[in-house]
């Protein structure tokens, strides 16, 4: 975050000062008067001009776009990012080419770039914001892809009688597989096994 410190005869002129080398608006900082004015002996000798503290509030959006503007920098990655807020989580979207790379297999390298992410903003702050990464909508089409592949399964289960075990999946994917099938009368859902590794189970009903 941006901080300056600026000397001038007022306060106002050295906070209006301030945001002028900022760049920002008065609702975007925090002040802090360090020295009053002071006109010195009869207004003329001694006099002391104001001096004022003014630094960014930490805003989760702009630190988290500079931290991920600098990680993607280093790898040679300059995509387009979209940001859409929310009262629960702040996504961040990002587009442009090559960008494969950040996604890995079944999105294992955005869950721990999205992990990093979270640990690097929220850390020692006390208003702490949920941060979802995202690469060209990945996560909704891996959603989708998740939903149609548990309606599947579950029609083979009522269908043969027999259980069907997932490939392992982090716990935000079998929750999507658990809450998809949870209504479904002919078949139920656990998960077994040790993270990683865990997986979810379909088994029939009776």
């Given at each position: 975050?941006?901080?300056?410190?600026?000397?001038?005869?007022?306060?106002?002129?050295?906070i209006?000062?301030a945001?002028?080398q900022?760049?920002?608006?008065?609702s975007e900082?925090?002040?802090?008067?360090?020295?009053?004015?002071?006109k010195?002996?009869?207004?003329?000798?001694?006099?002391?001009?104001?001096?004022?503290?003014?630094?960014?509030?930490?805003?989760?959006?702009?630190s988290?776009?500079i931290f991920?503007?600098?990680?993607?920098?280093?790898?040679?990655?300059n995509p387009?990012?979209?940001?859409?807020?929310s009262?629960?989580?702040?996504?961040?979207?990002?587009?442009?080419?090559?960008?494969?790379?950040?996604?890995g297999?079944?999105?294992?390298?955005?869950?721990?770039?999205?992990?990093?992410?979270?640990?690097?903003?929220?850390?020692?702050?006390?208003?702490?914001?949920?941060?979802?990464?995202?690469v060209?909508?990945?996560?909704?089409?891996?959603?989708?892809?998740?939903?149609?592949?548990?309606?599947?399964?579950?029609?083979?289960?009522?269908r043969t009688?027999?259980?069907?075990?997932l490939?392992?999946m982090?716990?935000?994917?079998?929750?999507?597989?658990?809450?998809?099938?949870?209504?479904?009368?002919?078949?139920?859902?656990?998960?077994?096994?040790?993270?990683p590794?865990?997986?979810?189970?379909?088994?029939p009903?009776?």
């Amino acid at each position: 975050m941006k901080k300056v410190e600026i000397s001038a005869k007022t306060v106002e002129e050295a906070i209006k000062l301030a945001l002028q080398q900022l760049e920002l608006q008065e609702s975007e900082v925090n002040v802090e008067i360090l020295e009053q004015p002071n006109k010195g002996l009869f207004g003329f000798f001694g006099n002391k001009n104001a001096v004022v503290s003014v630094e960014e509030k930490f805003n989760h959006i702009t630190s988290t776009k500079i931290f991920l503007e600098n990680i993607l920098k280093k790898i040679g990655l300059n995509p387009k990012i979209e940001v859409v807020e929310s009262n629960d989580y702040i996504t961040f979207n990002l587009s442009g080419d090559d960008l494969g790379i950040l996604i890995g297999r079944r999105g294992d390298t955005l869950d721990s770039l999205q992990f990093l992410t979270n640990l690097a903003v929220n850390k020692n702050h006390v208003q702490r914001k949920k941060i979802i990464i995202d690469v060209e909508d990945y996560r909704n089409r891996r959603e989708e892809t998740l939903i149609n592949l548990a309606n599947r399964l579950s029609e083979k289960v009522k269908r043969t009688g027999r259980k069907v075990i997932l490939e392992p999946m982090n716990p935000h994917e079998r929750r999507i597989i658990h809450v998809t099938l949870q209504n479904n009368i002919y078949i139920s859902t656990y998960s077994e096994g040790d993270e990683p590794y865990r997986k979810v189970v379909i088994v029939p009903k009776n």
